[in-house]
């Protein structure tokens, strides 16, 4: 596990992210399974070692996969960072790292959407220590109605938990809406929160 502050003290950001794989991606993650609570990536050089457990299987998958230029691995090592995939929600990965400033989180996002169909902020929060986190603040009267119920039910049903097990499916359910309708309510809403977080928090 990577340290979450530096010997001196110094806080660091936690960014939650959530990727979604380009086509032909060939990430032993999403390979193995399209749902899966609990990930184990192990990247050494040109090679990693994936231990994935697919949701409601008792047996893990183990696979061998290359580092390319675009694998997640690859572009977290160009910035000294290391990726803690969390869990693959239909093909989604939600990975956390820990960075140094904003700036960072910018370029990391940056580079990543060069190589993905998609990735999205879920949260940022500044990290004092192993037992101190502060989430940072943001301002959701930027967001509309629809965005703002939209993330309300998300955030009640553990959707953005480590350990979450709510889809999107069953959160479009609940609104009687279709998962695209809802995803883009979601990237939408993201959005807007992490320009508020990035343009007008302090770290």
Not at 34 to 44: K, L, Q, R
Not at 61 to 88: A, I, K, T
Request: charged share 30%; with cysteine.
């Amino acid at each position: 596990m990577a340290e979450v502050a530096g010997g001196d003290g110094e806080r660091r950001l936690r960014v939650d992210l959530e990727v979604d794989p380009a086509e032909g991606w060939e990430c032993p993650i999403v390979s193995q399974t399209e749902s899966a609570a609990d990930v184990t990536v192990n990247a050494v050089g040109d090679e990693c070692t994936v231990e994935v457990q697919p949701a409601g299987e008792e047996a893990l998958r183990r696979d061998r996969g290359e580092v390319s230029e675009d694998c997640l691995c690859r572009v977290f090592q160009e910035f000294g960072c290391v990726p803690h995939v969390r869990r693959v929600d239909e093909g989604t990965v939600l990975v956390t790292s820990y960075v140094d400033d904003r700036d960072a989180v910018r370029e990391v996002v940056s580079t990543l959407r060069r190589v993905l169909d998609r990735v999205r902020l879920v949260r940022l929060a500044v990290v004092s220590g192993p037992e101190s986190t502060e989430q940072a603040t943001v301002d959701l009267s930027a967001l509309t109605p629809k965005q703002r119920e939209g993330m309300e039910l998300a955030v009640v049903r553990g959707y953005f938990d480590d350990d979450a097990d709510v889809s999107l499916g069953d959160l479009a359910g609940e609104l009687d809406i279709s998962k695209s309708a809802l995803s883009q309510r979601l990237r939408g809403a993201q959005a807007k929160l992490a320009t508020d977080v990035f343009e007008g928090a302090e770290v």
